[in-house]
């Protein structure tokens, strides 16, 4: 057993999880305070050798608990024809160069370029808060099922090319300061970016099916045109999260606020690099989950029933003050009689208030809500969906017609009052009523009602005609 005194001071603090560990080794003969792992005063090359022989005693058996190490400031890399300092950490490990499940690396520091390329990394590995000062190499890596780089500081580039992570990769809150390289690199479902700030990151070939960008940063990122931000549900993990309800918001109206902003974030990105026709279909995903939220945040009825106390508590109050003014108006003095009747009569109209302006909030986000739905998703898509206007234009054609055969033949007559003959003319009446035409053959008949009728349908073609020809010229003139 290591004595208290000689015990290293280190103590593990995951700001998260809220866990406090304490180093168990004991000190190095080069500090007093800390052991040769969690000593960031290593700038000898016998400091190196020390702590790379510890290292390599302790990855041995398959111990990668590596919390807080602070690794050695001397390398021993080439590249090409010239000299970088780097600290290879593959020369550590055997000819597999494989690091097992749960290796833990939370809090690290590497104040040179680190290389881990070509390493096959198990499920849950962590480098979770890490400090990359000079930056790190991972290219060509495999990572398993939930690589945590959450938190991590990259200070140099970042090369993750040609590299393969399993599902839930987590990149939230990290900082690229100089760049770095996702370069053809896979991920699995679910990969996490939110809030990272990936400054000038090359995601180019990338694979990024059903992840999370809300709030990160890519107004200096690289794509191509094989670059994949959704995979084969063509929906980002955001909008997945909210609609599941397993996003880390808990509320499902946040969690449709992420996922719109992440679905602008995207498609600013993909407008910058001129891919317009895929921008379009993120600002429509866009505003689906615009809508959504807003649908989950009009005033609910439980919002209603829950403020059912507080109501009833100022009637409460209201009756006791009024029912004290009544029997107080004879014994008290006028002044103190007029002060409860004031506060009964302000707090019965405080009462009113309150379910008068909650009701009305109601009704009219429902309102609100409905008229989006109706006049902009379900007829042209939010300007995306050019082709749904020609449905819903033959359908209000077919429709009207089909009122006009069965309903109003009588009411549909010629110049010379015969009536419709057949759905065919019912259909030519429909469709001539909707473009406006008019050429005068048909015409409706007597009844006001049936005149109000053909005015509606004229009326709704004139709004869908002119919104067909601004949404065609706009996808025309964009793309």
């Known amino acids: 057993m290591v004595s208290e005194r000689k015990r290293c001071q280190y103590v593990f603090k995951d700001l998260l999880e809220e866990e406090e560990v304490s180093c168990t080794r004991g000190v190095w003969k080069g500090s007093d305070r800390y052991c040769v792992f969690h000593d960031p005063g290593k700038k000898t090359e016998k400091a190196k050798e020390e702590f790379t022989r510890a290292l390599r005693k302790q990855l041995g058996p398959g111990d990668f608990d590596c919390r807080g190490y602070e690794f050695p400031r001397l390398g021993n890399m080439r590249i090409s024809e010239r000299t970088i300092d780097a600290f290879e950490f593959t020369c550590l490990l055997p000819d597999s160069r494989t690091i097992p499940d749960g290796a833990d690396f939370r809090r690290a520091h590497f104040p040179l370029e680190v290389v881990f390329s070509d390493c096959k990394f198990g499920d849950a590995v962590s480098f979770g808060m890490a400090r990359f000062a000079q930056g790190a190499n991972f290219a060509e890596a495999t990572f398993g099922d939930k690589a945590d780089f959450s938190f991590s500081c990259f200070g140099g580039w970042a090369n993750f090319q040609v590299a393969e992570f399993g599902s839930e990769a987590n990149f939230s809150v990290a900082q690229f300061q100089k ?8 991920f699995g479902p679910g990969a996490c970016f939110a809030m990272a700030e990936l400054g000038e990151v090359d995601l180019q070939g990338a694979k990024l099916p059903e992840g999370r960008f809300a709030g990160c940063d890519l107004s200096e990122a690289t794509i191509n045109a094989e670059t994949d931000f959704t995979g084969r549900k063509d929906v980002l993990g955001d909008e997945l ?5 397993k996003s880390d918001r808990g509320d499902a109206r946040y969690a449709y606020a992420d996922a719109e902003d ?3 974030r995207v498609r600013q990105l993909l407008k910058a690099h001129g891919f317009y026709h895929l921008a ?10 615009r809508r959504r939220g807003f ?10 029933r829950g403020c059912r106390p507080l109501l009833h508590s100022a009637g ?4 006791v003050a009024r029912a004290g003014w009544h029997r107080t108006a004879h014994r008290t003095p006028a002044l103190i009689s007029w002060v409860l009747r004031a506060i009964g009569l302000c707090l019965g109209r405080c009462q009113k208030s309150i379910r008068r302006s909650l009701e009305a909030e109601r009704r009219h986000s429902v309102l609100s809500w409905l008229a989006e739905v109706a006049a902009f998703d379900w007829l042209c898509g939010y300007g995306e969906r050019p082709g749904r206007l020609i449905k819903r234009a033959a359908l209000f054609m077919f429709i009207y017609a089909v009122v006009y055969f069965y309903f109003l033949r009588d009411w549909v007559l010629t110049s010379s009052g015969e009536k419709l003959q057949g759905f065919l003319d019912a259909l030519y009446f429909s469709a001539a009523t909707f473009t406006t035409l008019g050429f005068g053959d048909y015409a409706p008949r ?7 009728l053909v005015v509606s349908e004229a009326a709704l073609g004139v709004v869908i005609i002119g919104l067909a020809m601004v949404t065609f010229a706009r996808k025309a003139i964009r793309d």
């Open 241 to 245: 999260c909210a609609r599941t309800g």
């Open 316 to 319: 409460t109050v209201c009756f």
């Open 179 to 186: 760049g770095g390289s996702f370069y053809w690199t896979f």
């Open 446 to 452: 007597g009844s006001d009602w049936v005149k109000l």
């Open 262 to 264: 992440a679905y602008r």
């Open 295 to 304: 649908h989950i945040a009009l005033v609910p009825r439980w919002m209603l």
């Open 280 to 289: 379009g279909e993120f600002y429509y995903r866009e505003r689906v989950c």
